[in-house]
């Protein structure tokens, strides 16, 4: 069933490959334009079918390399509940990709032999002004597409063909980030560094574009432009556009947010199952049956539950439902959530915002907490500036989208702009 | 102690399936016997119809969250494949369940994918059009399909109405046990999860493609078992007069799944049974509503506001009330004669 599912999703890579062949239909056309236009024989298509297929090996190759990081993901997920079995996943993958590179190889070498070519087209006739005239439009619009499309296939590649590698210290870089609501430039041009096991506070005044930025890098917005890398589970980076929302917990991303999204239907207790939801890799199958694997699986998962919950002080809370609980213990019950999958990158999203003051000075003990044992790194907006200058390693100011300042308290503290844009405006209002 | 090992035992939904359908056993053989009228066991069967494809829609509407108006048009689904597959082709029932499955699994991932598109009120209406479009193409197919006694066959054996009868019984145990241990995953809580935050359950790893296509395929392949049971136990439909494949049944399921309480099986059942059993196995006696058919309409219409108003939870709510209403009392006596402390 789950091979199904896979095949159902429209995955990162069929879209590249869609927009590829998109791309050489296009191109096609306009290379048949080109040479309609100045009426010269169709030289250049005489190598065009052998680059073709180059390009479809190469469109092959990464799309393996895609299955191979997706495959790396999920059974690195699996290693970490069983034991074994990433290497061999990865392996296959490597495997296949060896075989498609070959081929390619190969291909390349008979291409320059001259092997691979097609007969040359036969030429054709001079065209008339008119037609020429027409032709050059034509031309223009393909041109237009084309440059449209090779931004997308090179924003499709992402880390694919040039794959970047992160600083070790680094959990998440992010580059020149752009989110565009038509005319609204929610974020504009936004680029910072996370480093591995630090608190780092987002600032900015409301509508800022600090939740926008959680939800670029969640994916829940896909973002107009810019670089999102993380150093996922496998210790390489990925390209966070490459996955889709439900998929970025698969590297230990989780978050909560700004109001409170609690399942209230259900108790406490099983809002954290929910929250375990990728830890399972029962079938449906098995699921259906209570197959004695997935009551394996539900003890574990209630054990791990448990504990969270006991370090998050909520054991007394376990069997409520979530429905009608106080809002301290429902933000509780959130960051609970994102302890249950492993996390390295848990986002938070104004935490300390409807707290009073001692649920506020209890948040910052537990914030801590967390960064030290469940060894991660946190990304925090808070409005409260005492909690942010108390936890924070690093801080970031932002304003209508840009960068004002980045660096350590102090420093943005004292930098000019935040007190003007930020501060400033705060206390004088 | 016993009596809270009984307790436990009760509450594990393989053991109230395994009583219900002991029941439902035992009225069988008490109606084969003489003893109570062929003719209200017959509507408990076709309930229990009724029933199967309530408890696919109770994981649609009660468990995803997703609206479908287009029920009655799964159902036309499964009742024409049984009928082209057994009567036209002759071949077993095997053969026609494996066929329904396959169309209504198609049908479900279709309007799966639509509902990543469309949501709410507009998704109903679009899969009550759906169910218009499969009706009227069943119709103008052919008007009237009916199955012949002989070509009503399980493993070889024909079915006369007690095997046809105990077939919908353990289809209907069968699948509230599925379903039951579906809910009771990750799976249901995934559903759940997505039908109160779409954001929340995706930032929890909750594909909102993967579950919504597999609640709309549980919802329609139950649908489809049920028209493919109902031409197994009734053998004859008529699209053109009869009210099986128009919006009404898509209604009353709807009003079956809120009455009982949208997200309990059994409550679900009990829904069936009011909406469904009611009429057909008391009201239909009565000499007054057979002379005024549309009364009995009106009185499930009159009990469906009257749940919907003061329970909201349906009627699951109101017995766990009772209850615990009853247990309060059974405490407070036990307190006055015995003390609190041994209490
Ligand atoms: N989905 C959206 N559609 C249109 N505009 C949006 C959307 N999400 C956010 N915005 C706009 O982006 C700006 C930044 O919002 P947000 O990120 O929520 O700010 P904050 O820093 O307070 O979290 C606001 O002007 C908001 O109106
Ligand atoms: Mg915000």
Redesign the interface.
Known sequence: MARIWDKLRPSGSGKLLRLSQEYDRLRRELEDLEAEAEARPAEPQRNKTGADRLQRYDARAYMAKRAANHAAAKAIFRAVREGGSFDEALRTQEKKLARIEDKRRAFAARLERGGAERKPAPAKQKPSAERVKRTAAEKAALEKKLAALETRIARAKGSGHSRISLPDDVALRVRGLKMYFGGLKAVDDLSFDVKKGEIFGLIGPNGAGKTTVFNCITRFYNATGGDMHFSGRGGEAVDLRDFRVHDVILHGIVRTFQNVEVIREVTVLENLLIAGHRGYGSSLVAQALHLPVLKKEERLMRERALRVLEFMGLTEYKDWYAFGLPYGVLKRIEIARTLMCDPRLIILDEPAAGLNDTETAELAQLIRRINKEYDCTILLVEHDMGLVMDICDTVCAISFGKLLAIGTTEQVQADRNVQTAYLGASEEA | MKMHKLRRLMSVPLTQIILFAALMTALQLLSMAGLIPNSFTYAIGSTLIYAIVAIGFCLLLGYSGLASLGTAGFIGVGAYAAYYVMESFGMPYIAALAVTLAISVAIG?AVGFISLRVEGLYLAILTLGLSEILRNLLMAVQATIKIDISNARLFGVQLNDSGAYMLVLVTFSLLVW?TS??I????G??M??M???T????????????HR??AFVISTVFAAIGGLLYMMYVRVMTTSVSTLLTMTTSLNILGAVIIGGA?SLWGTTLGAFIVYGIQSMFLSKIPFFQKNPAFITMLTGLLIVVVVMFFPGGLTQFLSGIKAKLQRSFRKVREDIYGKDLG
């Open positions: 991932v599925l241990n579906l009771d995953s990750p799976t809580r995934a759940l999860a039908k109160n935050s954001s929340a359950a995706q930032a929890m790893g909750v594909s909102l493609m993967k296509l597999l997200k």
